[in-house]
């Protein structure tokens, strides 16, 4: 019995475990899946792997018409590609992103804004963050973005912590790190999974 709960402890570790999206509204935060459900991976030395900076659940569904945020890892020299989505323009130096959009991004409950491409350069875990842009436009010092209705408003996000040890604030998600176990689906009618993240803050 001690072997198959081991075992099963293991795999849940290293899987890479799709979860409902964050209830929360106005969020900001990296995935290693377009629908904003998988934050741990795990990824080979030498390769490379896509990750994804999506804003979930925004109050103004009328279009996107622009975000700012900064993104970080833990590690140097490990996200070497941003690919933006959109017909968009980055006004700033990746990785700080003061991003417009000449065309309206469509609302989505997962908006992707952003392909990383991670290179996986060491054999330990690999940590990654967003942060606000070095100069924001918005009134809270927090990443944000513009719609079609209120294109002169800058809505706040806010960070949804996915690994997040210790509490420190941001870290959001993490590659070939032990510890980084997503939670196993709770079905929506049982538990909002608000309350559920809420038990591991």
């Known amino acids: 019995m001690r072997i198959c709960v081991l075992l099963l402890v293991c795999l849940l570790a290293g899987a890479a475990v799709a979860q409902p999206i964050d209830t929360d509204p106005n969020g900001i935060s990296i995935y290693f899946d377009e629908g904003a459900r998988v934050y741990c991976t795990d990824a080979t030395v030498g390769t490379q792997i896509t990750a994804y900076l999506c804003l979930t659940n925004a109050s103004d569904t009328s279009g996107f018409l622009g975000w700012e945020a900064k993104l970080e890892s833990s590690v140097s020299n490990t996200l070497i590609g941003f690919d933006l989505r959109g017909d968009a323009t980055n006004t700033?130096?990746?990785?700080?992103?003061?991003?417009?959009?000449?065309?309206?991004?469509?609302?989505?409950?997962?908006?992707?804004?952003?392909?990383?491409?991670?290179?996986?350069?060491?054999?330990?875990?690999?940590a990654l963050r967003v942060w606000p842009a070095e100069?924001?436009?918005?009134?809270?010092?927090?990443?944000?973005?513009?719609?079609?209705?209120?294109?002169?408003?800058?809505?706040?996000l806010q960070y949804l912590f996915g690994w997040n040890p210790d509490e420190v604030p941001n870290w959001s998600a993490a590659i070939n790190n032990p510890g980084c176990v997503d939670l196993p689906s709770v079905p929506a009618e049982d538990t909002s999974w608000s309350s559920v993240k809420a038990l591991y803050r």
């Open 92 to 126: 700033a130096s990746a990785p700080e992103f003061v991003v417009e959009f000449g065309t309206p991004l469509p609302f989505s409950p997962s908006t992707v804004l952003m392909e990383i491409t991670i290179d996986v350069v060491w054999e330990w875990s690999i």
């Open 135 to 156: 100069s924001p436009s918005g009134a809270a010092n927090l990443p944000s973005y513009t719609t079609t209705l209120e294109p002169s408003t800058h809505t706040s």
